[in-house]
């Protein structure tokens, strides 16, 4: 099993940053790739990135390259995504989620934090 927590969610004007955390506990975090999804009202949850288990490779949704990066610190159990130039339409719930290496499926994954992005 593998606990995921969200933070650093919150209301900024277009154009702020925000940067959100995602602290891990349970087993090994470094064992897992870590991806980042949002869901926004009425929407399907679709996938903003993900980080290998070295933090080495990224990959991105392609609205976002550019201004989102993410990066972990497997000393720190934790995954981050630093959030830059935000838009309106970056309002959304932000999950982290913990990829199973053999299915290659997230199963875990945190509650989710709220970021509102005001225009």
């Known amino acids: 099993q593998v606990q995921l927590v969200e933070s650093g969610g919150g209301l900024v004007q277009a154009g702020g940053s925000l940067r959100l955390s995602c602290a891990a506990s349970?087993?090994?975090?470094?064992?897992?790739?870590m991806g980042w999804f949002r869901q926004a009202p009425g929407k399907e949850r679709e996938s903003v990135g993900s980080?290998?288990?070295?933090?080495?490779?990224?990959y991105y949704l392609e609205s976002v390259k550019g201004r989102f990066t993410i990066s972990r610190d497997n000393a720190k159990n934790t995954v981050y995504l630093q959030m830059n130039s935000l838009k309106p339409e970056d309002t959304a719930v932000y999950y982290c989620a913990a990829r199973n290496t053999i299915t290659s499926v997230y199963s875990y994954w945190g509650p989710g934090t709220q970021v509102t992005v005001s225009s």
């Open positions: 349970g087993r090994t975090f470094s064992g897992y790739a």
């Open positions: 980080i290998s288990r070295s933090g080495i490779t990224t």
